[in-house]
């Protein structure tokens, strides 16, 4: 294996990401690029206040601060795993992108190694992103009192659990390619995370009330492989858990270049639903588009899985939430639906029947797929409200995800564009709730507020359209 090949690579990405999708469609704009920075820095502001200021006025002692960090380890640990899912589930589709280095001079190792790395390149970033502001408040109210428990807690803890959660991918790999069922990795691979997540999740319900229980009593008799590496830490100092830490660490990441990975260039292919279709229609076709992906097939399994874990775990109350799972399919409707919109554009194209199909043939689909989950949850879930609120959740994730389909078209199934889109969609929401949360306006204003965001996604999407169809005509 060839490093000096390897690093060039990851600098291809950085700079195809850089150039094709940091300056695609509406990020052209300098405004919108503008607003879309200064959402994130307010966005890091406020919680980083917040945080900032709570623990200048709660954190005295070094019980406490211990107390805090062991609780906040166990939320990076679930973040960690919920960010591998995400990117998985974006670098599942990587193949039709990677296409451009078939003719590199490089080996398939050299390929995936690189891959691997631009995907913990991401990962990093976000974890970073998401634990900023409590290591910055930290830090500013203690110094670097705490840095070597930080370190431990935070970064030694999450890189573990990252690299693990890496090797058993590729171990679920090999076995795939072993008994010939590759094309079925991913929703296996996926499947397995979501039970390590719901097994992890499961263990930090009891985690917290067990550390808070030590905490209030001055004991320390919580026991779990979640606090393993803190534990050690605390037993035997910095110096020997770093290098523990090293090892580990090591001897993950030569599991990773070692093992064999089939996984970045697997094949997607469509699924023969029928072979002949009476009464076809528009909205009909739209929606074929979409079923026939392996994909979709795949995320309908992921999302049946993770209710039967939850069911298994005693957390039914919340199985009807797992369908957001197949909401993030809408990303791929645009393009999914191209070539339909290609044969439009020679007659009288019409944006708003395309967006009506778009969002209608998303929501039948998921709502179709959905109808075995809504039939056990109407028998199993007491209240009635964990039924209707996914369902609302559905109808807004499906607008905003579809405005990113458009305006940020995963073309050749390029994963970076689809996590361009997920930053352009989920800032705007965090902002827009936290601003909702510190105004504490009334029900109202709230409706109001949320029926004109509804509008401003429309006419993104709308404006979108037109937009490609101009360009397309141009052309």
């Not at 469609?25 to 994130?40: F, T, Y």
Request: aromatic share 14%.
């Amino acid at each position: 294996m060839r490093t000096n090949l390897i690093l060039p690579l990851v600098k291809l990405y950085s700079t195809f990401f850089l150039r094709k999708i940091l300056n695609f469609g509406l990020l052209k704009n300098q405004l919108i690029r503008s607003l879309l920075l200064i959402g994130i820095f307010v966005l890091l502001s406020t919680v980083s206040f917040a945080i900032y200021s709570f623990f200048s006025e709660s954190l005295r002692t070094e019980e406490l601060v211990r107390f805090l960090l062991e609780v906040y380890s166990s939320t990076i640990i679930l973040w960690t795993v919920i960010v591998t899912i995400f990117l998985k589930v974006i670098f599942s589709k990587i193949d039709g992108f990677l296409r451009m280095t078939i003719n590199f001079p490089i080996s398939n190792k050299e390929r995936n190694i690189s891959i691997f790395l631009y995907e913990t390149l991401i990962s990093v970033i976000i974890i970073f992103l998401l634990s900023f502001s409590v290591v910055l408040s930290l830090v500013l109210v203690h110094k670097l009192d705490f840095i070597d428990v930080i370190i431990v807690n935070l970064l030694f803890v999450s890189s573990l659990l990252y690299l693990t959660l890496q090797v058993i991918s590729k171990c679920i790999s090999i076995f795939a390619h072993y008994l010939k069922i590759s094309k079925f990795y991913h929703v296996i691979n996926l499947s397995f995370l979501v039970l390590i997540f719901t097994v992890i999740f499961n263990e930090t319900q009891k985690l917290v009330p067990s550390l808070a229980t030590d905490f209030i009593q001055g004991s320390n008799e919580t026991n779990s492989a979640l606090l393993f590496l803190q534990q050690f830490h605390q037993e035997y100092g910095f110096i020997i858990t770093t290098i523990l830490y090293i090892v580990l660490a090591l001897s993950l990441l030569s599991l990773i270049i070692v093992l064999p990975d089939n996984s970045y260039m697997a094949n997607s292919k469509n699924i023969h639903l029928l072979h002949k279709i009476k009464k076809i229609s528009i909205l009909k076709t739209y929606i074929l588009s979409g079923i026939r992906k392996t994909e979709t097939i795949n995320t309908t399994a992921l999302m049946f899985l993770a209710t039967l874990i939850m069911i298994i775990f005693q957390m039914s109350e919340y199985m009807m939430y797992t369908m957001l799972i197949a909401v993030f399919n809408s990303i791929y409707g645009f393009i999914n639906s191209q070539q339909l919109r290609q044969i439009m554009y020679k007659f009288n194209y019409n944006a708003w029947k395309d967006y009506a199909y778009l969002i209608f043939s998303q929501l039948i689909t998921i709502y179709l797929l959905s109808l075995p989950l809504l039939i056990a949850g109407l028998i199993i879930i007491d209240d009635y409200t964990h039924i209707l609120i996914p369902y609302g959740l559905i109808t807004f994730g499906v607008l905003m995800i579809v405005m990113a389909g458009i305006l940020f078209p995963p073309y050749n199934d390029n994963p970076f564009s689809v996590i361009t889109s997920a930053i352009v969609v989920i800032v705007p929401i965090f902002v827009l709730g936290l601003s909702l949360t510190i105004l504490n306006l009334g029900v109202g204003w709230n409706i109001g507020i949320l029926i004109f965001t509804y509008i401003v996604i429309v006419e993104f999407s709308i404006q979108g359209l037109k937009n490609i169809h101009r360009r397309v005509r141009i052309e």
